[in-house]
């Protein structure tokens, strides 16, 4: 069994910037994909960006040029640089982890609420 444990969510200005790690552990198969979700209070669930061991990276169009997903395969851990945050991005967002990305999805976190606001 796999486990995600996200961090770094919090309240920040907008214009702000913040961090967030997600490691995983347990049953780890590679290649495999690591990313985020973000989920809106009344909106709809939206990829926000999708890293594969090998290092290709998927973005949504929302956040290019914001934000930066990276990872430490040797930590099994991926990270979401957010630069130039919006009231927009306030949401909670979801680490994921994939062997099939996107067909399917094999595991998520808790979740870490990201509030952007003055």
């Known amino acids: 069994q796999l486990q995600l444990v996200e961090s770094g969510g919090g309240l920040v200005q907008p214009g702000g910037s913040l961090r967030l790690s997600c490691a995983a552990s347990?049953?780890?198969?590679?290649?495999?994909?690591m990313g985020w979700f973000r989920r809106a209070p009344g909106k709809q669930r939206e990829l926000v960006a999708v890293?594969?061991?090998?290092?290709?990276?998927t973005y949504a169009d929302s956040v290019k040029g914001r934000f930066t997903i990276s990872r430490d395969n040797a930590k099994n851990t991926v990270y979401l640089q957010m630069n130039s945050l919006k009231p927009e991005d306030t949401a909670v967002y979801y680490c994921?982890?994939?062997?099939?990305?996107?067909?399917?999805?094999?595991?998520w976190g808790q979740g870490t609420q990201v509030t952007v606001s003055s």
């Open positions: 890293i594969h061991s090998g290092g290709s990276t």
């Open positions: 347990g049953s780890i198969f590679s290649p495999n994909f």
């Open positions: 994921l982890y994939s062997r099939r990305f996107p067909t399917s999805y094999d595991s």
